[in-house]
Each structure stands twice: as structure tokens, then as C-alpha cells.
């Protein structure tokens, strides 16, 4: 079992950034690929960014390619995303999760574990 928290949302202006963590309970953190997904109310959550086990490798969606980064550090067992000239579009609650695999994976629903979610709102 593997326990995500993330930290780190609040409300920004446009053009803002901002650094949302993700703080995994387990040791063997480094096994897992990570990634990052948002959510809308009344829509699907969203692949947002995705990390390699070992880091390295990432994936990003078309919509926050250029503007957002997602790193990993093994040692403390968290992820990061930084996003940068944030949009109004990218307000939502952002979610971490992992999968024990090695490579960066796109698709929610291959994830094995979540993190509650945190709130990012994008003021204009």
C-alpha cells in the first residue's frame, strides 16, 4: 500500500506559478512511476504529466507542454510538478499517483494508487 499527499495548491493569478509536491508513505518509492492528473467538475480526470522511476524520462499533455515540469526525487520520496504562466483553463484539482512499474504511463485507470487531490484555481 502506498499513501499520497500532495501540497502546494491555492489560488494564483494568470501568468502565475506555482510548485504542487507529492509526498509518498513508501520507501520503495523508486519503483514506482508517478504521475499527475486533473479534474473539472462534471468532466474526466486528465493526464496532465508523467515521471519515470528512476526520472529522466517524463510525459507531458499537448496543453502544458513548455509551461509545466514534473521531477522526482527518490530520496525524499516525492514528486513535483512545477507549472509556470499558469491559465485560467488550468484550474482544477490535481492529483498524484503511482504505479509500480518503471515507465511513464498516460492512462489513469493503470494507476494503482491516488493522492487526495489538491485545489488549483487560476484566477484571470
Known amino acids: 500500500q502506498v499513501q499520497l499527499v500532495e501540497s502546494g495548491g491555492g489560488l494564483v493569478q494568470a501568468g502565475g506559478s506555482l510548485i504542487l509536491s507529492c509526498a509518498a508513505s513508501r520507501r520503495t518509492f523508486s519503483s514506482y512511476a508517478m504521475g499527475w492528473f486533473r479534474q473539472v467538475p462534471g468532466k474526466e480526470r486528465d493526464f496532465v504529466a508523467a515521471i519515470r522511476w528512476s526520472g529522466g524520462t517524463t510525459s507531458y499533455a499537448d496543453s502544458v507542454k513548455g509551461r509545466f515540469t514534473i521531477s522526482r526525487d527518490n530520496a525524499k ?41 489538491t485545489q488549483v484555481t487560476v484566477s484571470s
Open 77 to 117: 520520496n516525492t514528486v513535483y510538478l512545477q507549472m509556470n504562466n499558469l491559465k485560467p483553463e488550468d484550474t482544477a484539482v490535481y492529483y498524484c499517483a503511482a504505479k509500480l512499474s518503471c515507465c511513464t504511463v498516460v492512462v489513469g485507470r493503470e494507476y494503482d494508487y491516488w493522492g487526495q487531490g
